[in-house]
């Protein structure tokens, strides 16, 4: 393994002795595994070579009994939702629209940014080292998210339903809220996009097709072509989301995305549980992403067709949406997901399908699997480091068929961002996680002391 380093200008981090799934065609797993990171970027991978010297470094890392990942790009989520978290799994439908739980739109500054952290803090410890979010306050949450040392995307709401009448049942569609949510997006993508040392980024977060109008979505699709950026948003997740978008506007939700220019490869769609066949063969066609939350939808009793959208041309990425941020979970329920459909274990649903979708397909639907989603010379040093060395993990016959089956985010013991290490130890590095908590405990609890006044 060649290196231009020596001891006036060494690496900055060599880590060594771990078992590496790279998720990379070409470098597959490697057993043992030397991996050079300086700027933050990968300089080398390749096995750990005792014949060659060890690069010198800044800091060296026998990471023996770990088995490393790329770092998981968590495509769909609201980290401030967490203050539903241990509630809203039992309500059967999206706190967005249910009577006497907290909304976005009575979330305070303050509340934001505490939760927010919260949330993008469990993700950060369980692996996730990019979230794709979006919710209230983003101008505020999208910086105090970042300084955790992670990637994030995120974008508020876009809307021109009024939602402080939803979940009363009254849908009443205002152009001035989906000029104002439009450019608030606007404004933060000239704000933050590639700050923090290129981490954060803004996408458009197109709510849902039965919460923008066709007027709103159409120009999203137009702003997000002037800016160069994605559009995210939640598509057939309910049956009524499809039944208002039919009685409005005549068509499935899929139809109309398509009419108005959003599907394709720069469009992130969540959940796709209640699409049609017509509309599988359309998001294939199209190439668009989609944003497969397995655990949610199971938690509701629902299955998203991701056998069918994936043999239709359809990238599939992961995401934990709402109350937790376990991305290895959600690996465990893809792959469970995708057998039920099948109604046996075959070849179109295995370990390294969950992996590659929780990685590199997580990278692809971002635009960004030049630059991130696995380990290979040249991209981001983004890694995730477990600790094997525990009872439920052994024996190590298989480490893929461990992590997809058996581990969990709390094995999590090291998480390297953009090539510093953030997650140590199974702690966080940039935050002191007491005060974390009890910020996000008192201002949930004052959310839903509002909340419940109300009923």
């Not at 109309?256 to 394709?264: A, I, N, Q």
Request: aromatic residues 4%.
């Amino acid at each position: 393994m060649t290196q231009p380093f020596d001891a006036q200008h060494p690496a900055d981090l060599v880590i060594h002795g771990a078992r590496v799934l790279t998720v990379d065609p070409q470098l597959g797993e490697i057993p043992n595994a030397r991996l050079v990171i300086h700027q933050g970027r990968l300089v080398a991978v390749g096995p750990d070579d005792s014949s060659l010297p060890m690069p010198p470094a800044r800091r060296t890392l026998n990471l023996t009994g770990r088995v490393i990942t790329p770092g998981f790009v968590n495509v769909h989520t609201h980290t401030i939702l967490s203050m539903v978290r241990g509630v809203a799994e039992d309500m059967g439908f999206a706190p967005a629209y249910t009577p006497g739980v907290p909304h976005g739109h009575e979330v305070s500054e303050e509340e934001a940014v505490a939760l927010a952290r919260l949330g993008a803090a469990e993700a950060l410890l369980f692996g996730s080292t990019l979230i794709n979010d979006s919710y209230v306050h983003a101008d505020l949450t999208l910086p105090a998210m970042g300084e955790l040392g992670m990637r994030v995307i995120t974008c508020g709401r876009i809307h021109d339903v009024d939602f402080s009448r939803v979940h009363e049942g009254v849908w009443e569609h205002r152009d001035a809220i989906g000029e104002r949510t439009l450019n608030e997006a606007i404004a933060l993508h000239e704000r933050w996009q590639g700050k923090l040392d290129g981490r954060l980024g803004v996408e458009l977060a197109a709510h849902a097709p039965d919460t923008c109008s066709r007027a709103l979505l159409a120009k999203v699709a137009n702003t997000r072509d002037a800016l160069g950026i994605h559009v995210n948003g939640h598509l057939s997740q309910s049956v009524k989301e499809n039944r208002r978008v039919a009685e409005r506007d005549g068509m499935t939700p899929s139809e109309l995305l398509e009419d108005v220019g959003l599907l394709g490869p720069r469009f992130t769609a969540a959940h796709c549980m209640y699409v049609t066949n017509s509309d599988i063969e359309r998001i294939g066609r199209t190439g668009t992403n989609i944003a497969h939350i397995p655990r949610g939808n199971a938690t509701g009793g629902r299955i998203a067709p991701t056998t069918r959208l994936r043999a239709a041309g359809a990238n599939l990425a992961l995401g934990t949406d709402n109350m937790h941020g376990d991305m290895v979970e959600v690996m465990r329920w893809a792959l469970i997901m995708g057998r039920v459909q099948e109604s046996e274990i075959n070849d179109i649903w295995q370990p390294h399908h969950v992996l590659e979708m929780a990685t590199l397909g997580g990278a692809k639907a971002l635009g960004l699997d030049s630059e991130l989603g696995s380990i290979t010379p040249g991209k981001q040093a983004d890694l995730v480091v477990f600790d094997f060395r525990r009872p439920h993990l052994a024996p190590l016959i298989n480490a893929l068929g461990n992590l997809v089956h058996t581990a969990q985010g709390r094995d999590v013991e090291m998480v390297i961002c953009n090539g510093q290490v953030v997650v140590e130890d199974g702690e966080l590095c940039l935050a002191d996680t007491p005060t974390l908590l009890v910020n996000a405990q008192h201002a949930a609890e004052a959310l839903w002391a509002r909340a419940r006044a109300q009923i």
